[in-house]
């Protein structure tokens, strides 16, 4: 049985408001001190918002006009990690720009990696090669239910898990977690176990584990009742993991695939370290087996999955697991001290605002439920405040007045954030908003 051990980090003695750039030679070397630059040690300063539009293409600087500070799309502001820039480098000026025919070295990369934060073993030869995560998902449940069947989601959950099952003839079943407004969220196993039950049971769970949008690491008591259930209804877990890396000091991770495995239910196991070091354009992803008999099905998988991926996704990809995990731990420091701050943010300028800090990741789950612009706080705050944030309606049910806000940016453009939404959650703006 997996153990789980605590996020491995060696900023572990320093206490959670603690930052900064030291130890990896790059950061701003005072460990006591506010972060004033990004985890590879580029001064804030030339992240702003304005500065990130002039230099980037993706969809987070292009989606919005100019005047719209873009806090939707799980990107990170910060520049890539030294290390995996170099890799990227080196292997355009070989030219090896070609096709990939497997996983190659990054399967043992991965291994080490999942081995020294989470003692999990994971077996390199289990290790399936695919052009993301979303791909990896849709082609392993492709393979496993070829005959459609019901896939469940605990919602709310990251959107594209609805677009990505559009594309599979299954039917959607949605378990919403359980919300206790003093614990905070978690797997509802009573709902789970009643929908695995029923007359219509079902084929399939597509668990995000961390939880996107709340952060939530799910605990190794919950997802091993989740695979006792599994395993006694005979349904096929995929388990989504690709925010596992970002997984807060303190904190402990617990990957699924042990537990599948030493309770006999089939599962997958699909990441990437594209979320951890903001690497989702270099296209590429795993999908690892939790068992031998699971890595049966995976060998199914048609080749052209593995050659979609990219070259220079898989070399970013290695470098990030096995070379830049200390840009990782800077990054994570970084993150929780903007969860700090908008935790005092909140609840000095935004009464009736609930938030649950999360515990991986970088994007924080706000519910504007208890608020005057309830309804659709997504549509208020980008008409009136110019920010986008992601829309909790399209996170399933759950989701309506809730949004979701991305904290991969410097410290400023959070404070920026707040002070364009405060005013209009304000009771005094009622006529003018609603
Ligand atoms: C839970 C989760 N899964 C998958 C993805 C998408 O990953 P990829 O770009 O590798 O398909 C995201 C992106 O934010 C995510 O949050």
Known sequence: MHTAVPQASKADDAGPAASSGAGNGHGDGNRNATATTDPGGVPFAALTPEALRRERTSIKWTRYPDDVLPLFVAE???????????????????????????????????????????????????????????VGIV?????????????????PV?????????????????????????AGPRLDLDALAEAFGSAAGIDALLLCNPHNPHGLLHSEADLTELARLASAHDVFVVSDEIHAPLTHRGRSFVPFAPIAASAGVASVTVTSASKGWNLAGTKCAMVIAASAEDDTLLRRLPP???????????????????????????????????????????????????????????????????????????????????????????????????????????????????????????????????
Not at 76 to 100: H, N
Not at 141 to 147: E, S, V
Not at 163 to 181: G, K, N, Q, R
Not at 312 to 318: D, F, M, Q, R, T
Request: with cysteine; proline share 8%; aromatic share 6%.
């Open 304 to 434: 052209e999955v593995a050659c979609r991926a990219s070259i220079l996704g898989l070399h970013a990809n290695v470098a990030a697991f096995s070379r830049a995990r200390d840009w990782l731990d800077e990054a994570i420091r970084r993150i929780e001290e903007n969860v700090n701050l908008l935790k005092d943010l909140v609840a000095s300028q935004l009464p009736g605002v609930r938030f649950v800090p999360p515990e991986a990741g970088y994007l924080a789950w706000l519910d504007f439920g208890a608020t005057r612009i309830a309804d659709d706080p997504h549509a208020a705050i980008l008409r009136e405040a110019c920010v986008a944030l992601g829309d909790g309606r399209t996170f399933g049910r759950g989701g309506r007045g809730h949004v979701r806000v991305n904290l991969a940016c410097p410290p400023q453009t959070v404070r920026d954030a707040i002070a364009r939404i405060a005013p209009i959650t304000h009771p005094d703006d009622a006529e003018e908003t609603s």
């Open 76 to 134: 990170m502001d910060y520049a890539i990690a030294p290390e995996v820039q170099q890799a990227i480098i080196e292997r355009v000026r070989a030219s090896d720009t070609g096709y990939l025919d497997g996983p190659g070295p990054l399967a043992p990369a991965f291994a080490g990696f999942a081995r020294d934060r989470w003692g999990w073993e994971v077996d390199p030869a289990h290790v399936h090669l695919c052009t993301d995560v979303s």
């Open 158 to 182: 990251y959107p594209s898990f609805f677009e990505m099952l559009e594309e599979l003839p299954v039917e959607v079943v949605e378990i919403p977690l359980a919300t206790d407004p003093t």
């Open 139 to 155: 082609e392993t449940l492709r393979l496993a239910l070829p005959d459609g069947g019901r896939v469940a989601i605990t919602t």
